[in-house]
């Protein structure tokens, strides 16, 4: 069957709000040629502190619209969501739903890599509340590299700073440098740092001002990109049923004003965006 008369199977990529744009951004780099699907839950934002329970039901049900747009395959860009939901939905809900769709995350990918970057051993992880109280990088490093030691450090102020258009304030450095400070304080040799949250990149600079200049800081977008072009590459079942003409949809559960007015500095080019009704 042609592409053009295949059917419109683009790939989804969900977050809470901006920050999977980041990882968005970069998946389109590496693979130009798919469709895809941004859906920010922006109305229901931040998941960062919400309880398990809420970030499952708004995450599952953001994942079924994604699949009502005709997606097979849905990236959750978000830790929380993939800390607090992923696996519920991989063992429960796909089984019900469709067993042939998948759903992945991003903390797996990054924990298969976090390895190869450190030497001490000793890797730190800045993340929201509840992506470090959910212990989710502690469990997928374990299960790849048993001998690495992990410090986490929430972070909760820094989302709200990004999204509010603090981050090049004083305010926000304050925190910054409060919070790396916090994390290389339970480990000075730490000498590896995943940003485990989706927003961080656009303060990347800032965090690796203020840590050791030996550290290794890891931002999740290429590391994803990548992960997913090998996932594509040895799941040719699924890799044939995406479509691929280069097109772009974003979807916001809140304003579509709001959400293409800051989600331009996420993606980095303008973007427009639709309202979704959940």
Request: with cysteine; glycine share 6%; hydrophobic share 35%.
């Amino acid at each position: 069957m042609s592409q053009q008369n295949k059917p419109y199977q683009p790939i989804g990529v969900f977050d809470s709000g901006f920050g999977g744009l980041t990882v968005l951004k970069e998946i389109i780099k590496t693979l130009p040629q798919y469709d895809f699907v941004y859906l920010g839950d922006n109305a229901r934002a931040p998941y960062g502190s919400r309880s398990y329970e809420t970030v499952y039901q708004y995450t599952l049900e953001c994942v079924k619209k994604l699949f009502d747009q005709g997606c097979e395959l849905v990236i959750l860009a978000c830790n929380t969501a993939s800390a607090k939901a992923l696996r519920s939905i991989q063992q429960i809900d796909l089984p019900k739903i469709d067993p042939n769709k998948r759903v992945l995350g991003v903390i797996r990918p990054t924990t298969e890599v976090i390895g190869q970057m450190t030497k001490s051993k000793h890797v730190g992880i800045l993340g929201t509340a509840g992506t470090v109280s959910s212990g989710s990088y502690i469990v997928e490093i374990e299960k790849f590299f048993p001998e690495l030691t992990v410090y986490q450090q929430a972070c909760p102020q820094l989302v709200p700073l990004i999204e509010n258009n603090e981050a090049e304030t004083e305010g926000a450095e304050f925190f910054i440098e409060k919070y790396v400070s916090d994390l290389i304080k339970q480990a000075p040799d730490i000498d590896a740092v995943v940003l485990g949250c989706t927003h961080y990149p656009l303060i990347q600079k800032q965090i690796q001002k203020h840590l050791p200049p030996n550290v290794h800081l890891l931002s999740q977008g290429p590391i994803i990109a990548e992960s997913l072009k090998k996932y594509l590459a040895l799941h040719p079942e699924m890799e044939q049923r995406c479509s691929k003409n280069a097109q772009l949809q974003f979807y916001t559960t809140d304003t579509t004003e709001a959400f293409d007015r800051a989600g331009t500095k996420f993606f980095g080019s303008p973007i427009h965006s639709k309202h979704m009704h959940i």
